[in-house]
């Protein structure tokens, strides 16, 4: 069974820094393509980032420059380096694996970031 565990979430002061990693399981890790998502207090689930399979990366423009996606295949593990964090990235961020060419996703039951002084 498809398995996705975030940690890394918690306070840090606005410009401060945190590292998010999503462990997975139950998968072909390598083949799948990743996904960071955020979803604010009142607000809807926003993509982030996301990383393929090839390691193709995209981000939202919120977060080009300070935000980084990568994954370890060797490790079934998904990372989101965030840098110069501001109150606006406080969230519930969940991590998603997405096989490419069908509709099968998981998702993972998230971390929260909060960024507050």
């Known amino acids: 069974q498809a398995q996705l565990v975030e940690s890394g979430g918690g306070l840090v002061q606005p410009g401060g820094s945190l590292r998010l990693s999503c462990v997975a399981s139950g998968i072909i890790f390598s083949i799948y393509n990743m996904g960071w998502y955020r979803q604010a207090p009142g607000k809807q689930r926003e993509l982030v980032a996301i990383?393929?399979?090839?390691?193709?990366?995209n981000y939202a423009d919120s977060v080009k420059g300070r935000f980084t996606i990568s994954r370890d295949n060797a490790k079934n593990t998904m990372y989101l380096q965030m840098n110069s964090l501001k109150p606006e990235d406080t969230a519930v961020y969940y991590c998603k694996a997405i096989r490419p060419g069908t509709p099968y996703n998981t998702w993972g039951q998230g971390t929260q970031v909060t960024v507050s002084s």
């Open positions: 990383i393929t399979s090839g390691k193709i990366t």
